[in-house]
């Protein structure tokens, strides 16, 4: 089976520096898709970025960017001048095809971002 | 804008209670799911579903059945609601090749 793991449970950073966030990925697909949400302190889930196994470029939307090692299978999600309001659970997750001709969402199980003052 | 409404946002029940809980998304999207959120587990695909009609099972199915009943609305059943489906429960829709969209979540203890 598919599965995603992120490893940092939580991290803490000062405001307007640069955080790395890891994400390991395993799967049997020759082309798949990675995800990276963020999970407010309300609970809304808020997609923020992808990343298509075929592309040979990081992604980058905003200050938030990937780091994506295909040899390595690892998805880090890096976001560059913080602020207090990026601090949430970030979650990485990838899409699994499934019998039906279908498809799911894979979730890591999050990592807790605190951006202090 | 694309939107993913679920309701009730907060329920509370007995054991053994029937729940319903309610999902519809503005997007035109085909695919929609039901996802379930615990402290441990992160989040888990209970069913989804890929139009109207169409039912899959995900990967912690049981006690739980779904409808979709058209392309917009998408319902998650609890017909003899327990305490061990207390949880955060989420509906995303999406199309063939795009980024799942998450509804603001349901809260549903269960006493």
């Known amino acids: 089976a598919q599965k995603v793991t992120q490893t940092q449970t939580s991290i803490s950073v000062v405001e307007k520096t640069t955080v790395t966030m890891d994400c390991v990925y395993e799967?049997?697909?020759?082309?798949?898709?990675l995800f990276w949400y963020k999970q407010t302190a309300s609970g809304e889930i808020v997609f923020l970025i992808r990343?298509?196994?075929?592309?040979?470029e990081n992604a980058t939307v905003g200050h938030y960017s990937l780091n994506f090692q295909k040899p390595k299978s690892s998805i880090g999600l890096i976001i560059t001048a913080t602020q207090i309001e990026d601090s949430a659970v970030y979650f990485c997750a990838m899409r699994e095809g499934l019998s039906s001709g279908s498809w799911q969402l894979i979730f890591g199980s999050g990592t807790q971002l605190t951006v202090m003052p | 804008e694309a939107a993913v409404t679920q309701s009730p946002r907060n329920k509370v029940t007995v054991t053994g209670g029937n729940v319903t809980l309610s999902c519809r998304q503005t997007n035109s999207h085909n695919y929609m799911y039901w996802y379930r959120q615990d402290t441990g587990h992160g989040l888990r695909l209970i069913h989804y579903s890929y139009g109207a009609g169409n039912l899959q099972i995900g990967d912690v199915p049981d006690g739980y059945k779904a409808t979709r009943t058209t392309q917009e609305d998408f319902f998650l059943l609890l017909e003899l609601a327990s305490p061990s489906q207390t949880s955060l429960y989420f509906c995303a829709s999406s199309g063939q090749n795009q980024a799942p969209l998450f509804g603001e979540g349901t809260r549903l203890s269960v006493l």
């Open positions: 799967t049997r697909d020759s082309s798949y898709f």
């Open positions: 990343q298509d196994s075929y592309k040979k």
